[in-house]
């Protein structure tokens, strides 16, 4: 079993900046991709970022320019750096991490961008 383990959530105003970041742990044998999903309110999850071990990246067209994702393979742990922050970008984040043929998820952290 991994366990991945999310923080950095909260709330901040429009224009603002958050970095999220998420910790795997557990029978690790090698975490391949990981990345970020949202989901907010009555909206379908939404891809936001994917880091390969390689260190390529893809964003969704909506925070292309104001996310960055990165990693620290050493520590099994990926970051997500959010800047220009805007309301619509509220939801509940959830990292994940693909190990062994099998994607594991975060319980999930709440971002809030309202003034």
């Known amino acids: 079993q991994v366990q991945l383990v999310e923080s950095g959530g909260g709330l901040v105003q429009p224009g603002g900046s958050l970095r999220l970041s998420c910790a795997a742990s557990?029978?690790?044998?090698?975490?391949?991709?990981m990345g970020w999903y949202r989901r907010a309110p009555g909206n379908q999850r939404e891809s936001v970022a994917t880091?390969?071990?390689?260190?390529?990246?893809n964003y969704a067209d909506s925070v292309k320019g104001r996310f960055t994702i990165s990693r620290d393979n050493a520590k099994n742990t990926v970051y997500l750096q959010m800047n220009s922050l805007k309301p619509e970008d509220t939801a509940v984040y959830y990292c994940?991490?693909?190990?062994?043929?099998?994607?594991?998820w975060g319980q999930g952290t709440q971002v809030t961008v309202s003034s």
């Open positions: 994940f991490g693909w190990s062994g043929g099998t994607r594991y």
């Open positions: 557990g029978s690790i044998f090698s975490i391949n991709a």
């Open positions: 880091i390969t071990s390689g260190g390529s990246t």
